[in-house]
T-cell receptor, first 115, second 109 residues
């Protein structure tokens, strides 16, 4: 089954404790992206990647890191989480072929709480 | 990217067609109209997109007016599982996907 998986689905952590949220897709997609969703602010892009070893900042990259060492995986790293990073996080992927870039498959989400 | 305007909420009876409108009067020639939906706290789901012509897939139909200033997403036979927030987005190139407030569709038994 074609899917994007994220782990963990739920995480409660404390300020400053490094964490990684994993994202994996099995569709051989070139494009992968991380979003956060907050009430009243909609979906905002954190980082994206057009292919292996190519990553770029989205609209809200501060406090986050990503890597794309393999095509299928795109982990999101919070080196020193803060309470303002409490949010619902989504990973997404898509092909980059003409006209299909925005046909994105989303993961189930990771609800992160930083206390 | 062009701004889109959608009604905040709509109701639809189960089994009837749900017609969700979207205004995008400032859309430019190279911007596509995309529709996504999000069932409560789940990941957004791509539905359909189009540029000028009407489009249909297994989930829905997309009707775009000739002047491209508005469009309608049609769910032909709405079910309770179609209850979700529906987002209309005008996009081109590599611009990021940004969801606005969307339309909250409630399908009623």
């Amino acid at each position: 089954e074609a899917q994007v998986t994220q782990n963990p689905r739920y995480l409660i952590t404390v300020t400053g404790k490094k964490l990684t949220v994993t994202c994996s897709q099995n569709m051989n997609h070139e494009y992968m992206s991380w979003y956060r969703q907050d009430p009243g602010l909609g979906l905002r892009q954190i980082y994206y990647s057009m292919n292996v070893e190519v990553t770029d900042k989205g609209d809200v990259p501060e406090g986050y890191k990503v890597s794309r060492k393999e095509k299928r995986n795109f982990p999101l790293i919070l080196e020193s989480p803060s309470p303002n990073q409490t949010s619902l996080y989504f990973c997404a992927s898509s092909h980059l072929t003409s006209g299909r870039h925005h046909e994105q498959y989303f993961g189930p989400g990771t609800r992160l709480t930083v206390t | 990217d062009a701004k889109t305007t959608q009604p905040p909420s709509m109701d639809c009876a189960e089994g009837r067609a749900a017609n969700l409108p979207c205004n995008h009067s400032t859309i430019s020639g190279n911007e596509y109209v995309y529709w996504y939906r999000q069932i409560h706290s789940q990941g957004p789901q791509y539905i359909i997109h189009g540029l000028k012509n009407n489009e249909t897939n297994e989930m829905a139909s997309l009707i775009i007016t000739e002047d491209r200033k508005s469009s309608t997403l049609i769910l032909p036979h709405a079910t309770l599982r179609d209850t979700a927030v529906y987002y209309c987005i005008a996009l081109s190139g590599n611009t990021p996907l940004v969801f606005g407030k969307g339309t909250r569709l409630s399908v009623i038994a």
